[in-house]
């Protein structure tokens, strides 16, 4: 089990960047597979990006060629990591609350992360995107 914590959102006009981090402690080691989920009002809570073994990752067609997910290397006893993701090139219909979620599976395809298999999430923190 692992505790994760958002930090980087905020308010931005359409084409502006933002930087968000997710600080991840706990068993990091047995950590598969990371991702960033966003939800927006009314909608479903939807994976932009995941993360496997630091290079391994895929994104939703929605950000392609905008967002980056990177994680920093954990520190020497596998318990701390940061996970980021830079988001380039905003449109208001980015604007959501943004999650960082982690379990032990890896993930394979975005098309099939589903948020119900990563039992553990951070509070979220809110982008808003101003046209």
């Known amino acids: 089990q692992v505790q994760l914590v958002e930090s980087g959102g905020g308010s931005v006009q359409a084409g502006g960047s933002l930087r968000l981090s997710c600080a991840v402690s706990g068993s990091v080691g047995n950590i598969g597979c990371m991702a960033w989920f966003r939800q927006a009002p009314g909608k479903e809570r939807e994976a932009v990006a995941t993360?496997?073994?630091?290079?391994?990752?895929?994104?939703?067609?929605?950000v392609k060629g905008r967002f980056t997910i990177s994680q920093d290397n954990t520190n020497q006893n596998n318990t701390k990591t940061i996970l980021h993701l830079q988001m380039n090139s905003l449109k208001p219909e980015d604007t959501a609350l943004y999650y960082c979620?982690?379990?032990?599976?890896?993930?394979?395809?975005?098309?099939?992360?589903?948020?119900?298999?990563?039992?553990?999430w951070g509070p979220g923190t809110q982008v808003i995107v101003s046209s």
């Open positions: 993360i496997v073994g630091f290079d391994n990752t895929d994104y939703a067609d929605s």
């Open positions: 979620a982690a379990r032990d599976r890896r993930c394979f395809s975005i098309s099939g992360t589903e948020s119900t298999s990563f039992p553990d």
